[in-house]
C-alpha cells in the first residue's frame, strides 16, 4: 500500500509478520523535493542546446534555456504530483459516500486505471 493513499495507524499484516508504521501525507515539501529533483536530472537535449549555443558563441542563452526548461519540468511534475494525489482523494470521498468500503485503496485501482489510460491515449493517437 502506498503511504500517501491509506490514513490507518493499526497494524496490518505483511504475509508472516505484523508490525506498526504510520502513513503520512504527502505535503508540498515533498511535491517540492520530487520536482527539484526532477528539474536536474541531466537531458541530452539540454547538452545538445549548451554544446550549440557554445558553438554559435551565445553561451548564456544556452544557459537561461537549460535553468529555464529545468523549472519548467520541475513545476509540471509537481502540477501532476498535485493533480494526482487530489484526484486520488476525490475518488476515495466519492466512493466513501456512496457506501463504499473505508479502506478503499487507490493502489489497488491505478495501475490498472493508469495502464487503461495509456492504452486509450496511444489508440487516439494511431487515429490522428
Known sequence: HW???KHSHAPHPHDDHHHHHA???VSMRNLGAIGASGGMVP???AVIMLLLSWQLRV???GLICLVVSSIGFA???VVIGILAI???RMIENWVEARGGSKHFSMAAI????GGILLMLFGWLLLRI
Do not use: K, V
Open 3 to 5: 503511504g500517501f493513499f
Open 23 to 25: 502513513h503520512h501525507e
Open 43 to 45: 537531458c541530452p537535449a
Open 59 to 61: 553561451p548564456e542563452l
Open 75 to 77: 513545476a509540471t511534475l
Open 86 to 88: 487530489s484526484g486520488a
Open 110 to 113: 491505478m495501475p490498472i486505471g
